[in-house]
């Protein structure tokens, strides 16, 4: 009799735990949330099957209650904001690089621009792009808008 109690209480609360795992860490419906639902299931059936019908409505109604305070505990209090990412990135790619580029500045294609690719301004590789057109390679270009990071330009006719 002690050993059913032991046993049932192991079972539901394990897969409680695991539900609540999987709910808060592991995104999506996972095998651990689908093993915590089988183990919180049998630890029930078993409540029914070796403790009775009274103590079986007991253990349901206890694990229902346990459940229902552990998600609304969980999710309202602030102890799982320990663990999550609050810190943000906010830095760029080739953020401290300034291009010393111009508009109108003259260069030539290296690779082809489909429609982006490398070109060379003043001996520097540059990564640029065309307005949709493609351009060969060893052709004649020119910058026509500067933005932060991104280098557009047209063939020279």
């Known amino acids: 009799m002690p050993l059913d109690w032991i046993t049932v209480i192991l079972l539901i609360?394990?897969?409680?735990?695991?539900?609540i795992v999987e709910?808060?860490?592991?995104?999506?419906?996972?095998?651990?949330?689908?093993?915590?639902?089988?183990l919180t299931c049998i630890g029930i059936w078993i409540g029914y099957a070796a403790l009775g019908t009274t103590a079986?409505?007991?253990i349901l109604a206890a694990t229902v209650l346990i459940a229902a305070v552990a998600f609304v505990?969980?999710?309202?209090?602030?102890?799982?904001?320990?663990?999550a990412l609050k810190d943000q990135n906010r830095g760029r790619v080739n953020e401290d690089y300034q291009h010393a580029l111009q508009v109108g500045e003259e260069g030539k294609t290296v690779s082809a621009l489909r429609p982006?690719?490398?070109a060379i301004f003043a001996?520097?590789?540059h990564e640029v792009q065309t307005n949709g057109e493609f351009v060969a390679p060893n052709t004649p270009i020119r910058i026509i808008k500067l933005?932060?990071?991104?280098?557009l330009v047209e063939e020279i006719s």
Do not use: A, C, E, M
């Not at 709910?23 to 089988?38: E, S």
């Not at 505990?73 to 663990?83: C, E, L, M, T």
């Not at 933005?147 to 280098?151: C, P, S, V």
């Open 13 to 19: 609360g394990i897969g409680l735990l695991l539900i």
């Open 23 to 38: 709910l808060i860490f592991i995104p999506g419906t996972t095998l651990v949330g689908i093993l915590g639902f089988i």
């Open 56 to 58: 079986g409505h007991v």
């Open 73 to 83: 505990y969980s999710f309202r209090s602030d102890s799982w904001s320990r663990f």
């Open 116 to 118: 982006q690719g490398t």
């Open 123 to 125: 001996d520097r590789h």
């Open 147 to 151: 933005n932060q990071n991104k280098i």
